[in-house]
């Protein structure tokens, strides 16, 4: 059973730093896009950032670019969003999902499994 689980949220200053992590399993960790998202109360889930294994390419959206950093560790089949200059606009649920048996190196327009997500608060 794919099972994706996020961790590293938590509640942070305006400028602070968050790693967050997506500890991945049932599934052998090649071939793969993950991918972060957000959602704020009220507001539409938003792509933030994708790491796909074929290429390595990355993606970010406009929102975090040169703020936010994805990565991955095969040795320990998770991937890390490095959060750096955080604002109060970065307030959500922030939840990692995957695609398995992916070998495009550009990141994926769905995804196929979820995690349950974890809040991130950013105070002012």
């Known amino acids: ?24 399993s049932g599934f052998i960790f090649d071939n793969y ?5 957000r959602q704020a109360p009220g507001k539409e889930r938003e792509g933030l950032s994708c790491i796909t294994s074929a290429d390595r390419d990355t993606y970010y959206s406009d929102s975090v670019k040169g703020r ?7 040795a320990k089949n998770t991937v890390y969003l490095q959060m750096n200059s955080l604002k109060p606009d970065d307030t959500a649920v922030y939840y990692c ?3 398995i048996g992916w070998y495009d190196p550009r990141c994926p ?7 349950q997500g974890t809040q991130v608060t950013v105070s002012s």
């Open 1 to 24: 059973e794919v099972q994706l689980v996020e961790s590293g949220g938590g509640l942070v200053q305006a400028g602070g730093s968050l790693r967050l992590s997506c500890a991945a």
């Open 33 to 37: 896009a993950i991918g972060w998202f």
């Open 68 to 74: 936010f950093t994805i990565s991955s560790d095969y």
């Open 97 to 99: 999902a995957a695609v």
């Open 109 to 115: 327009p769905d995804y196929d499994y979820w995690g």
